[in-house]
């Protein structure tokens, strides 16, 4: 009868504190799964059979999900859950289950990172290129260095005419303590022809202008309207204005006044592997009347486009032209190059020697007749066409020499993608944030009271077979540590035992447990707490 007691009164306990939390984070996640236009939302809790996370999806617009791997810098390789390599402290997996979907996932600059390989997307929606509107969002907590949350985004080693950039979500760039929303028409550096630092950057950006805190959650948005050419980036839910003009930007456009950064203007298609933008270099407006010269390289449709902003009056007798040729290892498509002539907005066929392939250069040079003769303008020009970058999540790729040390320090509890532009009443539906830090913010203080008791984490969490569950006495007492399930059933008893005080670690070996979720009780005399984790075979 005491038996029965205790374990009613242990299951009634799990209904009234633990179900009502998790039955929120899943009523959540099923609110933004169950959205119009959802390409991809990863909540990080769900998975396959094989152990890997797995997206929710509107099925009228993508027809299957797109799976996360775990990858780290220097090694290629993509990881599933269950054999995922590395124990050192920077690279072992680890669970926050305080944020607003209860399952955020540690990622560590590029000691861990997660990653849809590019061949899973490539012809889907989730490859955001040209004039495709989304809104894209990421549920996240910085716990020290800021850099990408999430995105489509290789800087190619930061050189002016290489990369693979699209869109993606960062912080902490710029200065600024809030968010930045990047996008690309070339994929490299989007203002080659400057000659200041910072020009083999990408600078197309949108940056909100409310400031936010390291270690506490946010909801990071951008949204692209193709319609208006807007960029809008938000911090839960809101925008906030923000004038800042970009010191290569005004390096090339001499702006008078400061230049609207959120939102942000954008006018040319995203990059596309196979549809960019190049911009030829050499030139400044005080000296040549040019901002800008460009060429459009529209792989898929074998059509070369120039164009060029600038001052059209006293360019009016300026004649313009461009060479253009393919290497394919050592040889060139074409023994003599293709030249024609630069006329502004005009489209050029492709020879139909250009069948370009992944690997090969593009190379173009433009020249102006002057003087009775054709002068080249700025340097060669070589662009490796390559498979696009893959999305990744905490990591940004291409980042100089791909330090180990490079990235964010982050958490990632959610990320949602979306083939339109929410309503800021959508957005705000979905913030959750208000709420987010009273779910398990008991955790939290029990963590960071080290002269009390606690319960940590297990580690590693998720785990298989084996995990670590550490908890802490300040003074000798009775001790039960018990696992249940998610029905409330006790399914094993782990510590039944009087303990002296301080520091416990018990392993546990799941190799007979099914996949899932448990929760691990710890029930002293004075103290009782409960976590959450999940086990993977």
């Known amino acids: 009868m005491k038996y029965f007691l205790t374990t009613l009164c242990f299951v009634l306990f799990f209904f009234a504190f633990f179900s009502p939390i998790y039955t929120q984070h899943q009523d959540r996640i099923t609110q933004v799964a169950d959205m119009v236009g959802l390409i991809a939302f990863w909540d990080f809790s769900t998975m396959n059979s094989d152990s890997i996370w797995i997206s929710h999806y509107d099925e009228s617009v993508v027809s299957q999900p797109f799976l996360v791997y775990l990858r780290r810098i220097g090694n290629?390789?993509?990881?599933?859950?269950?054999?995922?390599?590395?124990?050192?402290?920077?690279?072992?997996?680890?669970?926050?289950t305080t944020g607003p979907f209860g399952h955020a996932v540690r990622f560590n600059r590029g000691y861990i990172f997660g990653e849809v390989p590019r061949a899973q997307f490539e012809n889907t929606p989730l490859n955001i290129f040209g004039k495709q509107p989304f809104t894209m969002i990421a549920w996240v907590k910085f716990y020290g260095q800021r850099?990408?949350?999430?995105?489509?985004?290789?800087?190619?080693?930061?050189?002016?005419?290489?990369?693979?950039?699209?869109?993606?979500?960062?912080?902490?760039?710029?200065?600024?303590?809030?968010?930045?929303?990047?996008?690309?028409?070339?994929?490299?550096?989007?203002?080659?022809?400057?000659?200041?630092?910072?020009?083999?950057?990408?600078?197309?950006?949108?940056?909100?202008?409310?400031?936010?805190?390291?270690?506490?959650?946010?909801?990071?948005?951008?949204?692209?309207?193709?319609?208006?050419?807007?960029?809008?980036?938000?911090?839960?839910?809101?925008?906030?204005?923000?004038?800042?003009?970009?010191?290569?930007?005004?390096?090339?456009?001499?702006?008078?006044?400061?230049?609207?950064?959120?939102?942000?203007?954008?006018?040319?298609?995203?990059?596309?592997?196979?549809?960019?933008?190049?911009k030829y270099n050499g030139y400044n407006y005080n000296d040549d009347y040019v901002y800008e010269h460009r060429l459009r390289v529209a792989l898929e449709n074998h059509k070369l486009i120039y164009s060029f902003e600038g001052d059209t009056t006293k360019l009016a007798d300026s004649k313009f032209r461009i060479t253009c040729n393919v290497r394919r290892n050592d040889d060139s498509l074409l023994y003599d190059s293709f030249i024609f002539e630069a006329l502004n907005g005009h489209p050029v066929d492709m020879p139909q020697e250009f069948l370009v392939e992944n690997g090969d250069v593009f190379m173009t040079t433009l020249e102006e007749f002057k003087d009775n003769e054709w002068q080249q303008i700025g340097t060669d020009i070589e662009r490796q066409v390559l498979e696009g970058a893959p999305f990744t999540f905490g990591r940004a790729l291409g980042l100089g020499s791909e330090n180990l040390t490079h990235g964010s320090q982050i958490y990632i509890d959610g990320v949602a993608v979306f083939n339109r532009v929410l309503s800021k009443d959508e957005l705000q539906s979905i913030t959750f944030i208000n709420n987010a830090s009273s779910v398990g913010s008991k955790d939290q203080e029990s963590i960071q009271r080290q002269d009390a008791f606690f319960l940590s984490q297990n580690y590693p969490n998720p785990f298989n077979p084996i995990t670590h569950i550490q908890y802490n006495l300040t003074q000798p007492q009775n001790v039960m540590l018990t696992i249940f399930n998610l029905q409330g059933q006790r399914v094993l008893e782990l510590v039944n035992d009087f303990q002296t005080a301080g520091s416990h670690i018990i392993s546990f070996d799941a190799s007979t447990f099914s996949s899932g979720l448990y929760i691990y009780e710890l029930k002293t005399d004075q103290f009782v707490e409960h976590r959450k984790m999940t086990v993977i075979h």
Not at 76 to 96: G, L
Not at 194 to 205: D, F, H, L, V
């Open 76 to 96: 290629d390789t993509t990881y599933k859950i269950k054999e995922w390599p590395y124990s050192d402290n920077n690279s072992i997996i680890k669970i926050d």
């Open 147 to 278: 850099h990408m949350a999430t995105g489509i985004w290789d800087e190619g080693g930061w050189n002016k005419y290489s990369g693979r950039r699209q869109v993606a979500l960062f912080a902490g760039l710029f200065q600024q303590n809030g968010i930045t929303a990047h996008i690309s028409a070339t994929g490299a550096a989007s203002y080659p022809q400057s000659t200041i630092s910072g020009s083999q950057y990408a600078r197309e950006r949108a940056i909100d202008g409310q400031a936010f805190k390291n270690n506490e959650w946010i909801m990071m948005t951008m949204t692209y309207d193709p319609d208006n050419n807007k960029v809008t980036a938000m911090l839960n839910a809101k925008m906030t204005p923000l004038n800042l003009t970009d010191p290569v930007v005004q390096d090339v456009y001499r702006y008078e006044t400061e230049r609207a950064a959120n939102p942000y203007d954008f006018s040319h298609p995203i990059y596309s592997p196979r549809n960019f933008l190049l």
